[in-house]
T-cell receptor, first 118, second 117 residues
Framework: NAGVTQTPKFRILKIGQSMTLQCTQD?????MYWYRQDPGMGLKLIYYSVGAGITDKGEVPNGYNVSRSTTEDFPLRLELAAPSQTSVYFC?????????????????FGPGTRLTVL | AQKITQTQPGMFVQEKEAVTLDCTYDTSDQSYGLFWYKQPSSGEMIFLIY??????QNATEGRYSLNFQKARKSANLVISASQLGDSAMYFC??????????????FGKGTKLSVKP
């Protein structure tokens, strides 16, 4: 298993440009997530998906869009890039296990994409 | 209010000694999970250990153990016999179960651990 893969690893964008960050997982996980990590901070959730065709906003969704047409892929789209979107972006996937109240999941992360907007 | 608090921005430990990284959390849920992740300088996030709020015993995974004190709302990570490769950022995270509908994973700001030879 490759696990969670992300492309590209690095990217520099100019203000106003658009791009798509790719994320693929081969573990057949239903849940997928996009996070951003700003310098010296923990991760903040941008968007997540509980299955193909279903997406929802996280804590910091503004300026981003996602889609989930297959179980494996969860691309993140940046429209009109801004310097505030300079960050490291992580994709993650997980599966849920157990019954409530012991139900939980464990998230496995991709290697990250370092994005700079100038 | 912060949901996850890691009060140690940085820590040093001598190689082969044990070290405890602190994490306190805030939740009104009875059902929740606590996680620790390691982020080495290469940047990837590596899952280390999980503790469920209903688990009766503290979680252990090799050299990692979680000192879970529910009444104090603390979930400290203990690394035994530190190795140079343990030098990294360590993040504590929590997921609330919201009565069956899982909440999102919330991260602390991290603790940078440096292991001295």
């Amino acid at each position: 298993n490759a696990g969670v893969t992300q492309t590209p690893k690095f990217r520099i964008l100019k203000i106003g440009q658009s791009m798509t960050l790719q994320c693929t997982q081969d573990m057949n996980h239903n849940y997928m997530y996009w996070y951003r990590q700003d310098p010296g901070m923990g991760l903040k959730l941008i968007y997540y998906s509980v299955g193909a065709g279903i997406t929802d906003k996280g804590e910091v969704p503004n300026g981003y869009n996602v889609s989930r047409s297959t179980t494996e892929d969860f691309p993140l789209r940046l429209e009109l890039a801004a310097p505030s979107q300079t960050s490291v972006y992580f994709c993650a996937s997980s599966y849920s296990w157990g019954d409530y109240p012991r139900r939980t999941d464990t998230q496995y992360f991709g290697p990250g994409t370092r994005l700079t907007v100038l | 209010a912060q949901k996850i608090t890691q009060t140690q921005p940085g820590m040093f430990v001598q190689e082969k000694e044990a070290v405890t990284l602190d994490c306190t959390y805030d939740t009104s849920d009875q059902s929740y999970g606590l996680f620790w992740y390691k982020q080495p300088s290469s940047g990837e996030m590596i899952f280390l250990i999980y503790q469920g709020s209903y688990d009766e015993q503290n979680a252990t995974e090799g050299r990692y153990s979680l000192n879970f004190q529910k009444a104090r709302k603390s979930a400290n990570l203990v690394i035994s016999a530190s190795q140079l490769g343990d030098s990294a950022m360590y993040f504590c995270a929590m997921r609330e179960n919201n009565g069956g509908s899982q909440g999102n994973l919330i991260f602390g700001k991290g603790t940078k651990l440096s292991v001295k030879p």
